[in-house]
């Protein structure tokens, strides 16, 4: 059984992760503008309804980005290392 790594793949997968983090605190900061606006205009209940709603939006962005981070991490690090085991390979061939 051969295992096939595509390491620029990989990495391009790691420069979306990035990107699909920046994009999700692009689209929650607009939407934050777009409920404090809203949330102007509401007295009682329903502005603090959206306060407790808009803090369990903020906890999941965050911790949505933390695994988005997280999993970039590492898959940078696994193909930093599939990088330096292939070229340690490569050099252990070229002495022989």
Known sequence: MAFVANTDNMAQLVSTLGTASKNIDDRLAALQ????RLKST???????????????WDRAANQMNELLSAFGLHLNNITDGIVHTENTATKRWQTM
């Open 33 to 36: 503008s777009y409920g404090d």
């Open 42 to 56: 509401w007295t009682g209940p329903a502005g603090d309804a959206y306060e407790a709603q808009k803090q369990n």
